[in-house]
């Protein structure tokens, strides 16, 4: 086989592995969490303590991670696509954990109150 056709056959088969790959990255779905095993388990003081005293450590050991965060909601917001983001913390302090809920769960979100107690599962994204 002349070195023409394996530059045209290896790049045939880049062409290829990019269009799957591109094709499963356009096609893929969040990962339903709502029966998915938490890999950490904590208050939202916890959460927000581990990220204050060392953000380097929590990012590494929550992000991409199943958290289920048990706290207050200070507030539920709603933002203009009708997505809703609950915020819990402590009444007082400057930090708070921000959850961005899932389009599947806009209905549960839009019936938490200010000031219930929750426990939400989710991904970790960040701080």
């Not at 992000?63 to 696509?81: H, I, R």
């Not at 921000?98 to 209905?107: G, V, W």
């Amino acid at each position: 086989m002349s070195g023409k056709k394996i530059a045209w056959l290896t790049l045939l088969l880049a062409a290829v592995a990019a269009g799957i790959y591109g094709y499963k990255e356009f096609t893929r779905t969040n990962k339903q969490l709502i029966n998915a095993k938490p890999d950490y388990t904590m208050t939202a003081s916890a959460l927000i303590n581990d990220f204050e005293n060392d953000d380097n450590m929590a990012t590494t050991r929550y992000n991409g991670k199943v958290l289920e965060v048990s706290g207050s909601v200070l507030t539920v917001e709603k933002d203009d696509s009708g997505y809703y983001t609950v915020i819990l913390g402590e009444q007082g302090t400057m930090s708070a954990v921000r959850c961005s809920i899932d389009s599947t769960q806009q209905a549960n979100a839009a019936r938490i109150k200010a000031g219930s107690s929750v426990l939400i599962r989710g991904a970790c994204t960040g701080f």
